[in-house]
């Protein structure tokens, strides 16, 4: 089987592929079109997020037998059109997992205990202790929406907490023994904190708007490493200054390109403004599941899964 990878990723996923008889090409600048133009040739394609594969190209991609996506979330593939086609779809949420639990428990003991803030001040020759007194989390109620891989691996990292872990997911019985599964009227009332952890669906996309925000009995905490998307940037501004949302861990946003390599290249939202100076919210550039561990094990995670299929 002769594979095409049109994004660069951990060379286990070349050796390996390679050592198993695989024929393996490289294209990591060509534009959509010319990768278009010759991906007849390929029994399989390899990408992370460099661009959409829609209908136009699965219908030249006349050969084609897998996708295998470097990462979580496949909404940058048409799933459905690939499935009718027979492509075989593969993803990786096995090989980031871990980090981005860990990345959520990060950011939420950062913003509840201010090190963000605290830090730039001792830079700056401030010595305000009082100013940053922090939030334990023993106490709290999280509540996580979504529990597939990367909710399961946050609720594992809570396990060492004395706090009450809820979550709301589409699919039932998905509770374990880290996690009680509740409605979304439950999480609702009882969350101190919310995580999202969802893939970028219909149902998702502008999902955690004014509406949503206010059906929560308390004020709370976001987390959300799951899709920029998600969350509505102006309602959640305008939740942080009126302080039913306490503070925010952004590491997607919803400016981001479809690739994820870029946020916007027109003038800044003033919305991004205004989270770029508030000190209750911490950013990062999707980069919860980008460790060097993930790197690696999501290459081997999509190497076993072809070799499964297709060896």
Avoid at 47 to 76: C, P, W, Y
Avoid at 280 to 301: C, D, M, Y
Wanted: hydrophobic share 40%; aromatic share 8%; charged share 25%.
């Amino acid at each position: 089987m002769k594979i095409l990878h049109i994004d660069s990723n951990h060379p286990l996923l070349l050796n390996q592929l390679s050592e198993l008889g695989f024929t393996n090409d490289e294209d990591y600048s060509s534009s959509k079109t010319e990768i278009e133009d010759k991906i007849h040739l390929y029994d399989g394609i390899i990408i992370r997020s460099r661009f959409t594969i829609d209908k136009q190209f699965l219908d030249k991609a006349t050969n084609l037998k897998f996708i295998a996506r470097v990462g979580a979330g496949l909404e940058n593939i048409d799933c459905d059109y690939a499935e009718e086609k027979g492509v075989y779809l593969i993803s990786a949420p096995e090989g980031n997992r871990n980090a981005v639990g860990e990345h959520a428990l990060g950011m939420l003991l950062s913003i509840f205990n201010k090190l963000n803030k605290a830090d730039n001040e001792v830079r700056n020759g401030k010595w305000l202790r009082e100013e940053n007194r922090g939030v334990e989390l023993d106490g709290k109620t999280v509540g996580l929406i979504g529990y597939g891989n990367m909710g399961k691996s946050f609720a594992k990292k809570l396990r060492g907490f004395d706090v009450e872990v809820l979550c709301y997911d589409i699919k039932p019985n998905m509770g374990d023994q880290n996690c009680k599964q509740v409605s979304l009227d439950t999480l609702q009332e009882k969350a101190d904190v919310l995580s999202l952890h969802t893939p970028q669906t219909q149902l998702t996309t502008n999902m955690i708007n004014e509406v949503f925000i206010n059906q929560f009995k308390k004020s709370f905490w976001l987390i959300n490493t799951a899709r920029g998307k998600s969350v509505v940037t102006k309602d959640l501004v305008a939740a942080l200054k009126n302080n039913k949302i306490l503070g925010a861990g952004l590491d997607v946003l919803e400016y981001e390109k479809v690739s994820f390599e870029n946020l916007f290249t027109t003038e800044i939202p003033e919305a991004f403004q205004y989270l770029i100076i508030a000190e209750n919210v911490i950013l990062s550039p999707h980069v919860a599941g980008w460790t060097i561990e993930s790197n690696q094990k999501l290459a081997q995670t999509i190497v076993d899964k072809i070799k499964l299929k297709f060896y």
